[in-house]
């Protein structure tokens, strides 16, 4: 049983652990190995899984959200992707309720752990929060992020600007997508046919008009993301066409 919340004692990264070792699951553990593709030469590789459900894990962090940083440090530094996650969640939690501030030092604290952040699951976790409210206080991040050879940060510049679209804004998730455009990699397809969906959802004639203007560059998996909600005759038509 996990603790509703952990009192001052307690607030530790080894009381989480201790909490998600109590949770562990082998069985589960291995399917999420393969399911985030953690063998040699995956995305993921290298990374470890004890089990738990996400549930439970958000659990955990709601219990330890008051979790000092130096204690959420040593989560993000653990090899198992578990702890990593409900530092993540436990960041979020505490950007939610900081005052400006605050929520500066917790962004400072996740872009210098974001190397840390790697897999899809903990980058659409925590990206539209820690760096998307941050946006217009650097415009040169998305940028940088954007052109880095780290994959995680490529999906972390695409998916912060939700927080954007969150607040009717749409230019910004454009502008990172058509720089995402060349890439090669299936993770960031996806995540950049996401999030056109999604501003398409908002502004739907920006939408068509991007899918107009870059139709030649698009790959096939972000066409059929951010397609999704076109009417069924509509995506249709989108994916005859010849590239």
Same mark, same amino acid.
């Given at each position: 049983?996990?603790?509703?919340?952990?009192?001052?004692?307690?607030?530790?990264?080894?009381?989480?652990?201790?909490?998600?070792?109590?949770?562990?699951?082998?069985?589960?553990?291995?399917?999420?190995?393969?399911?985030?593709?953690?063998?040699?030469?995956?995305?993921?590789?290298?990374?470890?899984?004890?089990?738990?459900?996400?549930?439970?894990?958000?659990?955990?962090?709601?219990?330890?959200?008051?979790?000092?940083?130096?204690?959420?440090?040593?989560?993000?530094?653990?090899?198992?992707?578990?702890?990593?996650?409900?530092?993540? @969640?436990? =960041?979020? +939690?505490? %950007?939610? /309720?900081?005052?400006? #501030?605050?929520?500066?030092? $917790?962004?400072?604290?996740?872009?210098?752990?974001?190397?840390?952040?790697?897999?899809?699951?903990?980058?659409?976790?925590?990206?539209?929060?820690?760096?998307?409210?941050?946006?217009?206080?650097?415009?040169?991040?998305?940028?940088?992020?954007?052109?880095?050879?780290?994959?995680?940060?490529?999906?972390?510049?695409?998916?912060?600007?939700?927080?954007?679209?969150?607040?009717?804004?749409?230019?910004?998730?454009?502008?990172?997508?058509? @720089?995402? =455009?060349? +890439?090669? %990699?299936? /993770?960031?397809?996806? #995540?950049?046919?996401?999030? $056109?969906?999604?501003?398409?959802?908002?502004?739907?004639?920006?939408?068509?008009?991007?899918?107009?203007?870059?139709?030649?560059?698009?790959?096939?998996?972000?066409?059929?993301?951010?397609?999704?909600?076109?009417?069924?005759?509509?995506?249709?038509?989108?994916?005859?066409?010849?590239?």
């Amino acid at each position: 049983m996990v603790v509703k919340k952990a009192p001052k004692t307690l607030l530790t990264a080894a009381a989480v652990k201790r909490e998600v070792t109590a949770l562990r699951d082998p069985a589960r553990a291995k399917f999420l190995q393969g399911f985030f593709r953690t063998g040699a030469g995956e995305y993921g590789q290298g990374d470890k899984m004890l089990g738990l459900t996400v549930p439970d894990q958000r659990v955990i962090a709601k219990a330890f959200r008051a979790l000092p940083l130096d204690q959420t440090a040593k989560l993000l530094e653990s090899e198992f992707h578990e702890h990593r996650l409900i530092g993540l @969640l436990i =960041l979020v +939690d505490q %950007h939610a /309720r900081a005052d400006e #501030a605050g929520k500066l030092v $917790l962004h400072r604290f996740y872009l210098e752990r974001l190397g840390r952040v790697n897999n899809w699951d903990l980058v659409d976790t925590s990206a539209a929060e820690l760096v998307g409210e941050h946006l217009h206080s650097d415009g040169k991040l998305l940028g940088t992020l954007a052109k880095s050879s780290n994959l995680w940060a490529r999906r972390v510049a695409i998916v912060s600007t939700f927080a954007e679209l969150r607040a009717g804004r749409t230019a910004l998730t454009f502008e990172v997508a058509q @720089l995402l =455009l060349p +890439d090669k %990699h299936d /993770r960031i397809h996806k #995540a950049v046919g996401w999030l $056109l969906r999604e501003a398409g959802k908002r502004d739907p004639q920006a939408l068509l008009a991007f899918l107009r203007m870059h139709y030649g560059q698009l790959p096939r998996t972000t066409l059929r993301y951010a397609i999704e909600r076109l009417e069924p005759l509509e995506r249709k038509a989108w994916l005859a066409r010849p590239q």
